[in-house]
């Protein structure tokens, strides 16, 4: 319900408020015509609150199982089900069930179960796929969330799992140490490339460099959508070889570039006019943001572009992935949080960019984009920060 912003939007949202924590105005609210709908549709979105982890777990159990995997090239029945997942056939229903409730199968009229509305947004995104594999690690560090918000120093699951963030020198991981995420990283990718390219469109740029790059996913993505576009890598030694792996099946080795080193420490390889940060500033605290700004800003050329793009706090229509998940992913991870894109401008702003602002996504829930510019005529001063 919208009440309008300012003073007397907050008194009658206080008003309201008090309202709905008496049981016998919930009770009228029910039953009279006017306002039915609403608080059945506010009941409704409290019990999903409240239910969220049970939902998530038959989730989890449909991913594990591969169950909409095995309806994708047609519908069967319940018994043909639960032979193929070895699964007494009470038990296999109770899991279709659920998923049909939960909009990820459907019932036809023959009585077989079929991929439903978001099912086949799951296939079609591998990358969530992945995440809901990697979530038992961070419901794991979940169980007692009181105690993960009063520990100065979480010893996690989830911090482990993002070996870089536990090292002194990150430069000094292994391949083993940096293969447990990079591919969760690559799979998430892909979506978040298409808001990229839906903010930016590179046409009159020459080399885009991407910062913590991976195994060089997104300068693929960007390489393929950009045909002019030279494209680069910057990250940790032992994911280069990665990126150069990738570039080389792709057949892009002629027009890329793979640098090592640690984005923290380092400076920023020079020569590119776009540098692009994806899902990095929410890792680090704003002393290394800005640091880390500056660095870019040093090695892009007058009038170069830094674009960052991420999941942010506030961003509308995504205000639960940024504020509740990233929040709490992030406080797990021990590390970084999310910040608005007013805050990122602010740290642009402090690192010398200039025309700095948000542009509007598609798909705010993958991320927000953010640009700015290194400025074309620069004072001594600013050339010295």
């Known amino acids: 319900m919208d009440f309008g912003g300012g003073a007397l939007g907050d008194r009658i949202r206080r008003v309201y408020g008090r309202q709905l924590m008496n049981a016998r105005t919930q009770s009228r609210l029910a039953e009279f015509p006017l306002t039915r709908a609403v608080s059945k549709g506010k009941a409704r979105k409290l019990f999903d609150v409240c239910a969220g982890f049970v939902y998530s777990q038959v989730l989890k ?27 007494p056939r009470d038990r296999a229903e109770r899991l279709l069930d659920a998923g049909v409730a939960l909009n990820l199968f459907y019932l036809q009229s023959d009585g077989h179960y079929a991929v439903g509305e978001l099912g086949a947004a799951l296939i079609g995104c591998p990358g969530t796929l992945e995440m809901v594999r990697h979530h038992a690690l961070l419901y794991d560090d979940l169980r007692d969330p009181v105690a993960l918000l009063k520990s100065e120093t979480p010893d996690t699951t989830v911090s482990k799992f993002w070996t870089y963030g536990s090292h002194d020198d990150a430069r ?4 083993e140490d940096i293969e447990t995420y990079s591919g969760l990283m690559a799979a998430s990718i892909p979506p978040i490339a298409d808001e ?25 993505i960007v390489a393929r959508r950009a045909p002019h576009l030279k494209v ?36 920023i390889p020079r020569g590119a006019d776009v540098i692009s940060l994806v899902r990095i500033l929410l890792d680090h605290d704003d002393a290394t943001v800005l640091k880390l ?8 050329p007058r009038g170069g572009t830094v674009l960052i793009a991420e999941h942010m706090s ?13 929040g709490f992913y992030l406080l797990a991870m021990g590390r970084g949080r999310p910040r608005t894109p007013k805050q990122i401008c602010n740290l642009l702003e402090r690192a010398g960019f200039t025309a700095v602002r948000k542009v509007s996504s598609a798909r705010p829930i993958f991320a927000t984009v953010v640009l700015g510019r290194r400025k074309e ?7 010295q920060l």
């Open 61 to 87: 159990a449909i991913v594990e199982l591969e169950v909409i995997e095995l309806l994708v090239s047609e519908p069967m029945q319940s018994r043909d089900i639960a032979a193929r997942l070895s699964l």
């Open 172 to 175: 000094s991981l292994s391949d």
């Open 196 to 220: 990229v390219l839906g903010a930016y469109a590179f046409h009159s740029d020459d080399m885009l460099l991407d910062v913590g790059g991976g195994n060089g996913m997104l300068a693929s």
């Open 232 to 267: 680069a890598t910057f990250d940790l030694p032992a994911v280069a070889p990665l990126a150069e792996a990738r570039f080389r099946a792709q057949g892009q080795a002629s027009r890329s570039q793979v640098f090592s080193g640690d984005f923290t420490q380092d400076e």
């Open 293 to 300: 700004l500056r660095r870019v800003r040093d090695a892009l």
């Open 314 to 326: 506030g961003s509308r229509g995504a205000e639960r992935t940024g504020d509740a998940y990233f």
């Open 377 to 383: 005529e620069e004072s001594a001063h600013e050339e």
